[in-house]
């Protein structure tokens, strides 16, 4: 089987970028998004990712910082509420700063417990910015899991896909992730099926059960690029021995 850990890291504010931002980067969308700005914030894609993951019958996790720029988290608690109402795991996108200092680690952990009213349970640094002695903090603050390990920004292979369990948390590292696809793989619309294709074939060839983890973040469905989600979630649940669940789900498997 390929076991396939679907999340999504929330970067972004709820409100997201100033106009500004999204301007300066303007083409990145379809000329639509950008002549209603003002209407629509086409970083914000909880309710239509929602639909897609229903419609393809599969649950992701969402991994929400506790520290916004320019914002602030308690403003996901409406989305964050649906999510879990929904069957939808919640983790912790925890903050770069707070990656070797445990007290900072268990302020976050606490906040989101706090929100979400779950015990957390997950955690990827945002920007991948780890550290090595982050399981060990996060074993003793009662996490299973992490995924914050991407070992290059180019390459697809066996380094970038399956689990290690070290310090009693289980890491997934980074198979796919939209940014990468994109920039440094240059990968176009048109190819990135069947890279998904690829990789699937290179692990089954491996000849085992396997995990192959995807990032994709939410603020990019209405992105060039991001906007080819629900192709890849058609193409992977076509095949047989693909099985896309949380990061908890996965977890519970292993153990
Ligand atoms: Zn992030």
């Not at 969308?29 to 950008?34: S, V």
């Not at 390459?155 to 890491?171: A, C, L, P, S, W």
Request: with cysteine; net charge negative.
């Amino acid at each position: 089987m390929q076991y396939i850990f679907l999340s999504h890291d929330v970067d972004w504010r709820a409100q997201g970028p100033s106009k500004e931002h999204i301007l300066a980067r303007k083409e990145r969308f379809a000329d639509e998004y950008i002549d209603s700005l003002d209407k629509i914030n086409p970083y914000y894609n909880f309710p239509e990712l929602m639909d897609i993951e229903n419609n393809f019958g599969v649950k992701s996790t969402f991994f929400f910082r506790t520290i916004y720029e320019n914002g602030n988290y308690l403003d996901y608690e409406n989305e964050i509420s649906s999510l879990l109402k929904g069957g939808w795991e919640i983790g912790l996108h925890l903050d770069p700063s707070s990656v070797t200092n445990l007290e900072k680690i268990k302020d976050e952990k606490m906040k989101l417990e706090k929100l979400t009213k779950n015990k957390i349970l997950g955690n990827r640094v945002h920007y991948l910015k780890t550290d090595e002695g982050l399981n060990k903090k996060l074993h003793e603050l009662e996490f299973v899991y992490d995924s914050s390990i991407r070992h290059s920004k180019d390459k697809i292979d066996e380094n970038e896909m399956g689990y290690t369990k070290e310090n009693g948390i289980y890491e997934f590292p980074i198979t796919w992730m939209d940014a990468y696809l994109f920039t440094y793989m240059k990968i176009s619309e048109n190819e990135l099926v069947s890279v998904f294709e690829k990789t699937l074939d290179f692990s089954r060839n491996l000849g085992k059960d396997n995990v192959l983890t995807l990032i994709w973040h939410d603020n990019v469905l209405k992105m060039k690029g991001g906007r080819m989600y629900s192709k890849i979630l058609e193409f992977l649940t076509s095949q047989d021995d693909v099985e896309i669940c949380r990061g908890i789900d996965l977890v519970n498997r292993l153990r």
